[in-house]
C-alpha cells in the first residue's frame, strides 16, 4: 500500500465564537503563544509524512495564503536577528494549494470542492480546531492504523457522559488495543443514548469511496451537509471504517477558553516564558 501523501485542511468556517476579533482576522490566525492555530495543524501534517497539501478557505482567509508565503521584506529587515528570521521561515517554503468553498454549506460540502485536487488517492484530514500535542502526531496513529487495516479511519477520544452529547458517538468493536472497528456513528447523541463514550475529533483518513457519497449525503435543517452522515452512508453499504483511540493533549481551539488553554499548555514548556508564566499564575491565585 503506498504511503498517503495529500493532506486537506478545512479552514473556511466563519469562528462566531471570536467576534468581534473574527470580523476581520480568521479564526485559524488566532495565535496559541506567538504561533497561529493553522500553522499548529500544517506542522503536524508535515511530521507525519504528509507533503502535498490543501487548505480550504472562504471569502476573507487571504491572511491564511499570506501566512504561509515569502515576504522577502521582512526576511532582509530581519537579517540581523537570526532568530526571528527563523521563525518567519519556518513554513515558508511549504508548497500549499489552496481551494475557496463558494458557500458555506458543511464539511461534507468543503471536502467535496477539492475532489479534482485530490483524485482517487486516500487522503488525511483535519479540522484546525482541533490542536494536539504530544510525542507522536496524531495524524501519524491514524496513519499508522490505515496502513495496517486499509479503509477509513477515525481519530476518537474518550470523553464522560456529560459530553458525549457534543460529540459523534461510535459503535464499535476493538481489534487491538487503542484501534477499533465502527459500525455506527451518532451525531451529538441525546443524554443516555450514546452507543459509547468514544467521540470522533477532527482528525480522518479517507478513502476514494467516499466522494460519491458525499455528493449525495443530505442537507440538515439549517442546510448543512454532515461527514458524519457521510461515514454512516458508508458503514451502511459495507465499507471498513476503524477508530483510533488518540494519545495526546487535545485542545478545543474552536472555543475561546480552548484557545487559552491550548496558550497556557504551550507557554509553560518553554524556557523563554514558562518561568515568569509560572510566577505570574502562581501570584494571580494566590
Known amino acids: 500500500m503506498p504511503p498517503i501523501r495529500k493532506a486537506l485542511i478545512l479552514a473556511a468556517g466563519y469562528g462566531t465564537r471570536f467576534l468581534p476579533a473574527t470580523k476581520a482576522v480568521p479564526k485559524e490566525m488566532l495565535p496559541i503563544v506567538d504561533r497561529p492555530v493553522i500553522q499548529y495543524i500544517v506542522e503536524e501534517a508535515l511530521a507525519s509524512g504528509l507533503d502535498q497539501i490543501y487548505i480550504v478557505t472562504a471569502t476573507a482567509k487571504r491572511a491564511v495564503e499570506d501566512h504561509f508565503d515569502r515576504l522577502s521584506e521582512l526576511e532582509v529587515a530581519l537579517e540581523r536577528k537570526p532568530e526571528a528570521l527563523a521563525r518567519v521561515q519556518e513554513t515558508g517554503d511549504v508548497d500549499i494549494a489552496f ?41 501519524r496513529q491514524l496513519l499508522d492504523v490505515h496502513e495496517k ?33 465502527v459500525s455506527r456513528i451518532v451525531e451529538k447523541p441525546a443524554p443516555g443514548e450514546a452507543p459509547s463514550l468514544l467521540g470522533t475529533i477532527g482528525r480522518y483518513v479517507m478513502t476514494a469511496e467516499i466522494w460519491p457519497l458525499l455528493e449525495t449525503t443530505p442537507e440538515s435543517a439549517n442546510g448543512e451537509m454532515f461527514l458524519t452522515d457521510t461515514i454512516q452512508m458508508l458503514m451502511d453499504r459495507g465499507g471498513d471504517v476503524y477508530a483510533r483511540e488518540l ?18 499548555h504551550q507557554a509553560l514548556r518553554r524556557d523563554d516564558i514558562g518561568p515568569e508564566l509560572r510566577e505570574y499564575m502562581e501570584d494571580a491565585l494566590d
Open 247 to 264: 494519545t495526546g493533549d487535545r485542545f478545543d481551539t474552536g472555543r475561546p477558553i480552548g484557545l487559552l488553554e491550548a496558550s497556557i
Open 99 to 139: 481551494v475557496r468553498q463558494k458557500e458555506m454549506r458543511g464539511q461534507a460540502d468543503a471536502i467535496l470542492a477539492t475532489k479534482r485536487f485530490i483524485g482517487d488517492e486516500p487522503f488525511a484530514l483535519f479540522y484546525p480546531d482541533d490542536v494536539i500535542f504530544g510525542p507522536q502526531p496524531a495524524m
Open 149 to 181: 487495516h486499509g479503509g477509513c479511519v477515525l481519530a476518537v477520544e474518550r470523553v464522560s457522559e456529560e459530553d458525549i452529547t457534543l460529540y459523534g458517538a461510535i459503535e464499535a468493536k476493538p481489534v487491538e488495543d487503542g484501534v477499533y472497528k
